[in-house]
């Protein structure tokens, strides 16, 4: 599986972006999928994750300003960001996941938020 993400950028505080994951390779329907972040300085975290059956799960810190969801075609999961932060800035990773298949990471795509 490869996963590419996409719609990192510079915003300013309280505006809104999208970031796009892309899978390839192998159908990544029955996987959980994940965002995850890091900060300078800082570990890895998770941000959001969608079960293949639809649940969601987030971060405290993002719970009600961040979104994750799933493509039609399944092969693509979305974070729809608003009420951006400054803490918020950090290269964010797509993550797939299932036991068995393993566990797959995209490249990272950077996200800086500015006051």
């Known amino acids: 599986v490869q996963l590419q993400a996409s719609g990192g950028g510079l915003v300013q505080a309280g505006g809104s972006l999208r970031l796009s994951c892309a899978a390839s390779?192998?159908?990544?329907?029955?996987?959980?999928m994940g965002w995850f972040r890091q900060a300078p300085g800082k570990e890895r975290e998770f941000v959001a994750g969608?079960?293949?059956?639809?649940?969601?799960s987030y971060a405290d810190s993002v719970k009600g300003r961040f979104t994750i969801s799933r493509g039609s075609a399944k092969n693509s999961v979305y974070l729809q960001m608003n009420g951006l932060k400054p803490e918020d800035t950090a290269v964010y990773y797509c993550?797939?996941?299932?036991?068995?298949?393993?566990?797959?990471w995209g490249q990272g795509t950077l996200v800086t938020v500015s006051s």
């Open positions: 390779g192998r159908s990544v329907s029955s996987y959980f």
């Open positions: 969608v079960s293949s059956s639809g649940t969601t």
């Open positions: 993550n797939g996941y299932q036991p068995g298949p393993g566990n797959y």
